[in-house]
């Protein structure tokens, strides 16, 4: 690891994310994670700086663009800049953090990502939430901001792909999103109408992105895209015993969003 990392934006994020699910029978969960959260101006900085963490090149940690987006043939910064430019967003004025977790020994699920995108005040104006399920389906949903900007950044969007065989396919979804000092704070609520029955929340602190503090969380949670996948199926198990009604699985249909940003219009989500 070079000297140069000081000075990297990129870190490293842990803490906590919560479920509480109130359909039919209140389940409530928290377990520990940690996330990278890299700067994705970096990307070039990071692959250089680590012997742990690698950018699309084989190592114990690895970040692929292949895992991100759905980009044909773009790396993953110009497909974030044609993102941008769809929601009328320079991409030469906006900073993008991807939270995510990286791959492991070449294994990683991620339930969703995160791109936070920060204007020259770095204010929050666009949050795009990546969401994958255990069928191997992906969706984007763009939130935009809702009413004026402020400290709390709010997003709404509309549910397009089957997550849960436990959560009915019909639902949007609310974000918020805040920080103060070094925590980050994100939740989503699931509703359905006017009831909610899916509440989620992300509560973690900032972490100096070292190979120190990369060792440190890897001894205590070395694992963790493999646990979070592990724990998928065993809260599923759980409800299921429970006698929660079953979802059958609906394969995702194309698009909507990415049709729209295929042909260079604004898409109708978060308003």
Same mark, same amino acid.
């Given at each position: 690891?070079?000297g140069?990392? %000081?000075?990297l934006?990129?870190?490293?994020?842990?803490?906590?994310?919560?479920?509480?699910?109130?359909?039919?029978?209140?389940?409530?969960?928290?377990?520990?994670?940690?996330?990278?959260? !890299?700067?994705l101006?970096? !990307?070039? %900085?990071?692959?250089?700086?680590?012997? !742990?963490l690698?950018?699309?090149?084989?190592?114990?940690?690895?970040?692929?663009?292949?895992d991100?987006?759905?980009?044909?043939h773009?790396?993953?910064?110009?497909?974030?800049?044609?993102?941008?430019?769809?929601?009328?967003?320079?991409?030469?004025?906006?900073?993008?953090?991807?939270?995510?977790y990286?791959?492991?020994?070449g294994?990683?699920?991620?339930?969703?990502s995160?791109?936070?995108?920060r204007?020259?005040?770095?204010?929050?104006?666009?949050?795009?939430?990546?969401?994958?399920?255990?069928?191997?389906?992906?969706e984007?949903?763009?939130?935009?901001p809702? /009413?004026?900007?402020?400290?709390?950044?709010? /997003?709404?969007?509309?549910?397009?792909m089957?997550?849960?065989p436990? =959560? %009915?396919?019909?639902a949007?979804?609310e974000?918020?999103?805040?920080? %103060?000092?070094?925590?980050l704070? =994100?939740?989503i609520?699931?509703?359905? /109408?006017?009831s909610?029955?899916?509440f989620?929340?992300?509560?973690?602190?900032?972490?100096p992105l070292?190979g120190?503090?990369?060792l440190?969380?890897?001894?205590?949670?070395?694992?963790?895209?493999?646990?979070?996948s592990?724990?998928?199926f065993?809260?599923a198990l759980?409800?299921?015993?429970?006698?929660v009604?079953w979802q059958?699985?609906?394969?995702?249909?194309? !698009?909507e969003v990415?049709n729209v940003?295929?042909?260079?219009?604004?898409?109708?989500? /978060?308003?």
């Amino acid at each position: 690891m070079t000297g140069t990392s %000081a000075a990297l934006r990129s870190h490293l994020l842990a803490g906590t994310i919560r479920h509480r699910r109130s359909r039919v029978t209140t389940y409530d969960f928290t377990h520990h994670v940690w996330y990278l959260a !890299l700067d994705l101006d970096e !990307l070039d %900085a990071v692959d250089r700086c680590f012997c !742990l963490l690698s950018v699309n090149r084989r190592n114990l940690l690895t970040l692929n663009d292949s895992d991100h987006l759905e980009r044909g043939h773009e790396g993953l910064r110009e497909a974030i800049a044609r993102r941008l430019r769809v929601h009328n967003l320079d991409p030469n004025q906006t900073r993008v953090t991807l939270i995510a977790y990286p791959r492991v020994l070449g294994y990683v699920f991620n339930p969703v990502s995160f791109y936070l995108c920060r204007d020259r005040d770095d204010m929050l104006c666009l949050v795009l939430a990546e969401v994958h399920n255990t069928h191997g389906d992906r969706e984007i949903y763009d939130f935009t901001p809702v /009413g004026e900007s402020g400290p709390v950044f709010k /997003g709404i969007a509309d549910k397009r792909m089957y997550v849960s065989p436990f =959560i %009915a396919p019909v639902a949007r979804y609310e974000l918020l999103a805040w920080e %103060a000092g070094d925590r980050l704070t =994100i939740t989503i609520r699931e509703l359905e /109408g006017d009831s909610s029955t899916l509440f989620a929340r992300l509560q973690v602190r900032r972490m100096p992105l070292t190979g120190r503090q990369l060792l440190s969380l890897l001894a205590r949670d070395p694992l963790v895209p493999l646990k979070t996948s592990a724990l998928i199926f065993w809260h599923a198990l759980r409800l299921w015993w429970r006698g929660v009604p079953w979802q059958r699985y609906q394969r995702a249909r194309k !698009l909507e969003v990415e049709n729209v940003v295929d042909r260079g219009h604004s898409p109708s989500v /978060g308003k």
